[in-house]
């Protein structure tokens, strides 16, 4: 019976091992952490049961696959970065806290670093490797945000942290990716691919807005035994650090359930895949022993149990966008965390064969919502036959083929460069919000509108007037609906700026921050003169030789700059001059807003008028903030919290117009 649970045990070490490298190390996943966790506690419960642990396992080590190609030498840690061991269970959480004072926080999803001060100057940062060897990044010191370069603290002081890229920045980051294919799974191998390039490429780390969150006060010659303190002391020598909340084994439950909320409402813009539980006496947890590679005291790391069910497809839905053709799995409906959840992309190809999806009505699935937000099939319990490709284009009926990426994924291609859906995507980022803006004009909307052959590019969207007859007639729409539409495409000539406008061309590599900066340099509409004289804008904070290639190609295509041109004469961009010192009402200050905006249509709205106006506006309350803008100031959130315990000013809306206009 051991020499069959032995042959389990070497699969399910080779497979997690396989899948802790592509998580860790490159742009693809090849199994959802679903997966992962259950093949990782089946190691777990057959290492107990024979009392065998086969070298290499996963559950003696901890994985520095993200960081096997980051450039750097490769050094000790002063004090050994070990994982903290994983329940799903709230009652191990209660039972782990007993009766001592414990503190909740993030288990936030990135890099771990390591950080070193002495004579109050940063002088080392490594990351955490295999726990006991790390590789040296200190080179990066100015690429990085989150921490301080000089303290006010002259002793020997060591930082322990997350080095995370929020939702935003993944986004927007994987969006100048033409190629689907080439982009990033998730948040976390953005940060790793980042972490791990040279000397120089730094502009490129600093584009990409990596962030240190402290997480620990690993060691410190002051006297200070609290974690709570040490994190406090963390606060006011200047770095970022991860929010918590004081809490007991009684008051555990209600906490994770509201900080679950936060991770189901899409609060949290940081990636995070669990929380954890400390300790507030350091001293208590130091006692602790080590146990593989966990240190039984120092921390217990809860995750959400993923809520499953298992359903039958009934489809493989083939939706060609800008660059492939995407497998969608439609099936009958189950319920998942409340919602009814019938469609999952299938990503590509590869990854249908992975699962081994088969016939349409022949193969079971199992769904779930990962990190309680995404519906994603991970498995596959039976299936019979194996699913078919479509013989041409599900949008323009052009041939099809096969093509394998860079890394090494197989995708499904349209061949026709001229099929209509290649440029859905492209309209879609067009109108979108980020944009132009134009309500109203949705996916299914424009896809009809392509379909018909109204929309062949952007300008024919100014244009659509003089189709109002055929629109009044499309299935969804009437007068009043055809009126609103082509109301908002009027709004939209006048009220789109110029960064908003170049985000919206989907020129490569060039969106929001960048597109911002590009305006800010030359205004508008001076920006179109330098682009007339093919003006090189390596220069330009944040761009760098790649983005400035990148726009100078575009507008070098014949065609680009004729829709550019006739798009400058059918809208009214607004003039905008350089931008130099900004001398506003919110100059040099830094704002949080949470909760719902009245007077301001949005909180895109109120960011871009601070920021207008000099100022700032940050996810999250720090030291460094100066105002904490929230309609209810009498809430219990842990914003308010957090701005209470730091002396921060909580104003409402009314209030900040009054100070600070509007």
């Given at each position: 019976m051991n020499e069959e649970k032995t042959i389990r045990m070497r699969e399910l070490i080779s497979r997690l091992n396989e899948a802790s490298e592509a998580y860790y190390g490159s742009r693809d996943e090849i199994m959802s952490n679903y997966e992962w966790d259950a093949m990782f506690d089946e190691l777990g419960r057959l290492e107990a049961e024979t009392g065998i642990v086969l070298p290499d396992s996963p559950t003696q080590k901890v994985s520095a696959a993200a960081e096997d190609n980051i450039a750097g030498a490769k050094e000790p840690h002063e004090f050994p970065a070990l994982s903290l061991a994983k329940t799903k269970s709230v009652e191990e959480l209660c039972e782990w806290a007993g009766d001592r004072p414990v503190w909740l926080s993030w288990k936030l999803d990135g890099l771990t670093l390591v950080l070193t001060y002495d004579a109050g100057r940063l002088v080392r940062i490594l990351t955490r490797g295999d726990g006991a060897v790390g590789t040296n990044i200190t080179f990066m010191k100015d690429a990085l945000r989150g921490f301080p370069k000089e303290i006010a603290y002259s002793g020997h002081l060591v930082v322990r942290g997350e080095a995370t890229i929020s939702y935003p920045e993944f986004e927007s980051i994987n969006a100048a990716i033409d190629d689907p294919s080439e982009r990033y799974a998730n948040p976390r191998n953005l940060a790793a691919g980042t972490l791990g390039l040279d000397v120089k490429r730094l502009d490129e780390v600093r584009r990409r807005g990596v962030l240190f969150n402290a997480f620990t006060l690993v060691y410190t010659e002051e006297d200070i035994v609290s974690w709570g303190k040490r994190m406090d002391r963390l606060d006011e020598l200047g770095f970022t650090t991860v929010a918590r909340e004081p809490t007991d084994a009684v008051g555990l439950p209600d906490a994770v359930a509201r900080w679950t909320r936060m991770v189901e409402d899409g609060t949290m813009q940081t990636p995070v895949d669990g929380l954890v539980i400390c300790y507030d006496d350091t001293?208590?947890?130091?006692?602790?022993?080590?146990?593989?590679?966990?240190?039984?005291?120092?921390?217990?790391?809860?995750?959400?149990?993923?809520?499953?069910?298992?359903?039958?497809?009934?489809?493989?839905?083939?939706?060609?966008?800008?660059?492939?053709?995407?497998?969608?799995?439609?099936?009958?409906?189950?319920?998942?965390?409340?919602?009814?959840?019938?469609?999952?992309?299938?990503?590509?190809?590869?990854?249908?064969?992975?699962?081994?999806?088969?016939?349409?009505?022949?193969?079971?699935?199992?769904?779930?919502?990962?990190?309680?937000?995404?519906?994603?099939?991970?498995?596959v319990p039976s299936a019979k036959g194996r699913y078919a490709l479509p013989e041409s284009c599900p949008s323009c009926g052009g041939p099809v083929s096969v093509a394998t990426g860079v890394s090494g994924a197989r995708t499904l291609k349209c061949s026709n460069p001229d099929c209509p859906a290649k440029n859905l995507k492209k309209f879609e980022r067009f109108v979108s919000k980020i944009g132009a803006d134009i309500d109203g004009l949705s996916t299914e909307t424009l896809r009809d509108l392509v379909g018909l052959g109204f929309v062949r590019t952007f300008a024919d969207i100014y244009r659509l007037s003089a189709h109002a007859d055929e629109i009044r007639q499309m299935e969804g729409f009437g007068d009043k609906s055809c009126e609103n539409l082509l109301a908002a495409i009027e709004r939209s000539k006048t009220n789109t700026d110029a960064a908003h406008f170049l985000t919206a061309l989907c020129i490569p590599q060039i969106a929001g921050d960048a597109a911002k900066r590009l305006v800010g340099a030359y205004g508008w509409p001076g920006l179109i003169d330098e682009l007339e004289k093919g003006t090189d804008f390596a220069a330009v904070d944040g761009l760098g030789p790649e983005r400035s290639a990148a726009v100078l190609g575009w507008y070098g295509n014949e065609e680009n700059r004729r829709v550019f041109r006739e798009l400058t004469e059918l809208m009214s961009i607004p003039a905008a001059e350089p931008k130099t010192e900004n001398k506003g009402a919110c100059a040099g200050l830094t704002f949080v807003v949470t909760g719902e905006v009245n007077k301001f249509s949005n909180r895109d709205a109120f960011k871009a008028y601070v920021e207008a106006s000099g100022g700032k506006v940050a996810g999250s309350v720090s030291k460094k903030t100066d105002f904490l803008v929230n309609n209810d100031l009498t809430s219990a959130s842990a914003k308010n919290t957090k701005a209470k315990e730091l002396g921060v000013p909580i104003i409402s809306e009314d209030e900040f117009i009054e100070r600070f206009g509007m």
């Open positions: 001293a208590y947890a130091a006692t602790g022993s080590v146990t593989g590679h966990h240190a039984t005291r120092a921390g217990f790391a809860f995750k959400w149990s993923d809520e499953s069910a298992r359903t039958v497809l009934r489809q493989v839905e083939w939706s060609c966008g800008a660059t492939t053709i995407t497998p969608v799995a439609i099936f009958d409906p189950v319920q998942l965390e409340g919602t009814t959840v019938s469609r999952a992309s299938l990503v590509n190809l590869s990854e249908m064969d992975r699962l081994g999806i088969g016939e349409n009505g022949a193969t079971e699935l199992e769904v779930i919502k990962a990190n309680k937000i995404i519906p994603k099939v991970v498995g």
